[in-house]
Nanobody
Framework: QGQLVESGGRLVQVGDSLRLSCAASGRTFTSHPMAWFRQAPGEDRVFVAAIAWNGGSTYYADSVKGRFTISRDNAEDTVYLQMNSLKPEDTAVYYC?????????????????WGQGTQVTVSS
């Protein structure tokens, strides 16, 4: 079946930077578009950023545009989320999600490939 494993979340201060990783385990996701979502306490899980299977295109929520960068290394079968200028409102559990193999980035909404999440807490 395979799984996605997130890592890198921790407690940071306002303005700090942090890089999250999402590694494939048990199968490959190199042909899949990939995305990051986040869920703050008491709120719905929301889209943060996505990247095409070949890394050629990226997409961001307005709330993180200019501060976050999604990237991937298909040789390592890993997706990254570089987060700069962190704010308290970025506090959430961050989840990795895979779309359909060979599909466009919007197929991230068509699958059930989720990681277990990693907690990011931004303290003021």
């Amino acid at each position: 079946q395979g799984q996605l494993v997130e890592s890198g979340g921790r407690l940071v201060q306002v303005g700090d930077s942090l890089r999250l990783s999402c590694a494939a385990s048990g199968r490959t996701f190199t042909s899949h578009p990939m995305a990051w979502f986040r869920q703050a306490p008491g709120e719905d899980r929301v889209f943060v950023a996505a990247i095409a299977w070949n890394g050629g295109s990226t997409y961001y929520a307005d709330s993180v545009k200019g501060r976050f960068t999604i990237s991937r290394d298909n040789a390592e079968d890993t997706v990254y989320l570089q987060m700069n200028s962190l704010k308290p409102e970025d506090t959430a559990v961050y989840y990795c999600r895979a779309g359909s193999s060979g599909g466009g980035w919007l197929t991230i909404y068509d699958t059930n490939y989720w990681g277990q999440g990693t907690q990011v807490t931004v303290s003021s």
